[in-house]
C-alpha cells in the first residue's frame, strides 16, 4: 500500500509541477516594457531597461541561469520560488496594480549572502 501511495504523491505532485511550469504568469502580461525604476526603503533606485517583465522575478540573481517554480499565479500577483545552481535561490512575489506600477518583493540567498528587499517599481517612458 505504501509503494502505491508514494508513487500516486509522486505523479500529481509532478503533474501539478509541470502544469504551472507551462502557465504563462499571468500578471506580467500587462507589465509594459520601457524604463523603470525600483525605488527600495536603503539605497538609491535602481534604474533599468525592461524588456522582459519576467526578468523581475531574480532580479537579485540577474541573468543567471535557474530553475523556477510557480507558487501563486493570478492576474493581479505572481510568486515564484527559485533556485540557481551554485548561486543560491530566492523567492519573489510581484503585486501589479497597473502596467505603470508594481511592488516586488523578493528574498534569498546569492553567493552565500542573504538578501532581503522590497521595491515599488514604476515605469519612466522608454528606454
Known amino acids: ?32 516594457r520601457g ?11 535602481r534604474k533599468l531597461c525592461l524588456t522582459a517583465p519576467s526578468a523581475l522575478l531574480q532580479i537579485e540573481h540577474g541573468a543567471a541561469q535557474c530553475q523556477h517554480f510557480v507558487m501563486e499565479n493570478t492576474t493581479r ?18 503585486t501589479v496594480e497597473t502596467g505603470k506600477l508594481l511592488s516586488l518583493d523578493t528574498q534569498g540567498v546569492l553567493d552565500g549572502s542573504p538578501f532581503s528587499e522590497q521595491y515599488e517599481g514604476r515605469r519612466l517612458g522608454a528606454c
Open 1 to 32: 500500500m505504501r509503494p502505491l501511495l508514494a508513487g500516486m504523491l509522486l505523479v500529481f505532485a509532478g503533474g501539478g509541477a509541470t502544469a504551472q511550469r507551462a502557465d504563462p504568469l499571468l500578471a506580467l502580461r500587462v507589465v509594459e
Open 35 to 45: 524604463q523603470w525604476q525600483l525605488k527600495g526603503a536603503n539605497g538609491p533606485p
Open 77 to 94: 500577483s505572481v510568486t515564484i520560488r527559485y533556485t540557481c545552481a551554485g548561486r543560491g535561490h530566492g523567492r519573489t512575489t510581484i
